[in-house]
């Protein structure tokens, strides 16, 4: 029952923004850390961003630092990712991700969207 969802994912030229969002349900969304990865044409998925569940720290790929923003709305269990300065290299589906490890459990619980399309075009 529990999924994500994004969305936001479109056609931008070089230098543009997007905001992607990526909504949960069907989880209870404050224990688990979200993040966002990317899968370039002809490339291997490949993390982009992160934000943990338990003190809101956040972490980024080389590749990005300066230029992307992840932020988590609790109150609308969305996690968005703000991209500025857009280059072609940035083209890709972007996948949301959603993890909790169960420490009293040791149970791990992993949910992937379906993703959504990025295009940066000159």
């Known amino acids: 029952q529990a999924q994500v969802v994004e969305s936001g994912g479109g056609l931008v030229q070089t230098g543009g923004s997007l905001r992607l969002s990526c909504t949960a349900s069907?989880?209870?969304?404050?224990?688990?850390?979200m993040a966002w990865f990317r899968q370039g044409p002809g490339k291997e998925r490949e993390f982009v961003a992160s934000?943990?569940?338990?003190?809101?720290?956040?972490y980024y790929a080389d590749s990005v630092k300066g230029r992307f923003t992840i932020s988590r709305d609790i109150a609308k269990n969305t996690v968005y990712l703000q991209m500025n300065s857009l280059k072609p290299e940035d083209t890709a589906v972007y996948y949301c991700?959603?993890?909790?490890?169960?420490?009293?459990?040791?149970?791990?619980?992993?949910?992937w969207g379906q993703g959504t399309q990025v295009t940066v075009s000159s």
């Open positions: 069907g989880l209870t969304f404050n224990q688990y850390t």
């Open positions: 991700r959603a993890e909790y490890g169960d420490i009293v459990t040791m149970k791990d619980y992993d949910y």
């Open positions: 934000h943990v569940h338990k003190d809101g720290s956040t």
